[in-house]
Nanobody, 124 residues
Framework: QVQLVESGGGLVQAGGSLRLSCAASGRTFSSYAMGWFRQGPGKEREFVATTSRSGGSIYYADSVKGRFTISRDNAKNTVYLQMNSLKPEDTSVYYC?????????????????WGQGTHVTVSS
């Protein structure tokens, strides 16, 4: 069992930055790929970024590529999402997830554990 707790969300102006953190419980953090997803108002949950267990393989959604950076610190059981050049369309609830991937890392079903989400609002 893995419990995930996100933090770092808030209100920011367009062009600004935020850094999200996700702290994981348990001793098996390094056994899981970690992902970030988001769900905007009235929208379905969508993939944002994922990192492999070691952090050696990273993938981003096209919409955030070049602006967002995912990283993990296995010693601290924490995964981060650095978000730069934020746009109003980035406004969403951001969710951290953990999974032992067997397929595409952008698929929601590949992740077994989810945090409660943290709100990010980008004003224009």
């Amino acid at each position: 069992q893995v419990q995930l707790v996100e933090s770092g969300g808030g209100l920011v102006q367009a062009g600004g930055s935020l850094r999200l953190s996700c702290a994981a419980s348990g001793r098996t953090f390094s056994s899981y790929a970690m992902g970030w997803f988001r769900q905007g108002p009235g929208k379905e949950r969508e993939f944002v970024a994922t990192t492999s267990r070691s952090g050696g393989s990273i993938y981003y959604a096209d919409s955030v590529k070049g602006r967002f950076t995912i990283s993990r610190d296995n010693a601290k059981n924490t995964v981060y999402l650095q978000m730069n050049s934020l746009k109003p369309e980035d406004t969403s609830v951001y969710y951290c997830s953990a999974g032992r991937l067997s397929g595409s890392p952008s698929r929601i079903r590949e992740y077994d554990y989810w945090g409660q989400g943290t709100h990010v609002t980008v004003s224009s």
